[in-house]
């Protein structure tokens, strides 16, 4: 069966002088994984094949209120009144990033000051468009911050939360014309294939309010190279959630060097956390994924339980303890 368009953005692999098939090519791990509902993952992964630019822009299909719940565990681990830093490692468009500044803020209150966030990612791009504080947004995205429309995440404790009101819809920030001109791909910034919107059809500019929000910034670096913790800090977190997958299919030992390097930087600080994602989780599932999930527990990385996060009030939700890991200090 040949893919041959996708919704109002007409894309034709015949076009284009391609003939892929969902038999003629094997599609990765992260084409196959990437940022999709699970009814629609298998086209978005046709997508990014049929287009080349994709293979440096997959378009803006990271989600800001994601409808599991780390962002809300995070805040709910850490101590308000101690120090802490949240580094997000492969920080995309900075969705995750301003996503954990919000719950910070909701959980914390005044004391959301005592903790810094850092978006780290390796395209320039990025991390440019990042620190205008600027994102594209689809309808689906408001509406779950609003907790309208969308049943199918009420499971989810951040749903409905009030986080649309951290939103303010504007015009494309000049800075993005100004990337646009150096990268002419990140024009797919303002599609989004998975949800078959596009800018002024369910798709718009949004600044993030940043009164009271933890200090947040971005940097352009390989996450491989950004573990070294922040000495200011008593407690570390980082986060690679859906992008460490992408180091598994260069490397499947980049992804367990990252857990050795961040416990052998970590020696001093008073609680260390992992986060990762859906990516990684299904990576897990497989013959190889199973043996380096028992490297990393062999290391002294163990998952915060289901039980520990409903002591916290997080309820119902499976997957949020499986996404995130502390380092026993007693390794």
Known sequence: MQIQSYGNYGYNNSKMGLNISRKEKKRSF???????????????????????????????????????????????????????????????????????????????????????????????????????????????EKKYAEGTGFVSYDKSPLAGKGWHKYLTKTQRPEKFNEILEKYPYTKYMECDPVVNKSIGNGLDWYEINKEGLPEVKFECADMRNCVKPNENVDNQVYVIANSAAYLIEKNPNDFIKLFQDIKQQNKDKKNVYVVVGNLENRFFNSLRGMMMQANINSLGFDHVSEKDLKKLGIKGNKEAASKIYKLNSFN
């Open 30 to 140: 992260g084409s196959l994984c990437a940022d999709a509902t699970p009814n629609n993952q298998d086209a978005y992964a046709i997508y990014t094949l049929i287009c080349p630019d994709f293979s440096k822009m997959k378009c803006s299909s990271t989600r800001i209120f994601r409808e599991l719940s780390s962002e809300l565990a995070i805040s709910k681990l850490l101590n308000p009144k101690e120090k802490s830093e949240i580094r997000i490692l492969g920080s995309s468009d900075g969705s995750e990033a301003w996503a954990y500044a919000i719950a910070v803020k909701e959980e914390m209150g005044e004391n959301a000051k005592n903790v810094n966030i850092q978006g780290i990612d390796i395209a320039p791009y990025m991390t440019d468009l990042s620190n205008t504080g600027c994102l594209v947004l689809s309808s689906i």
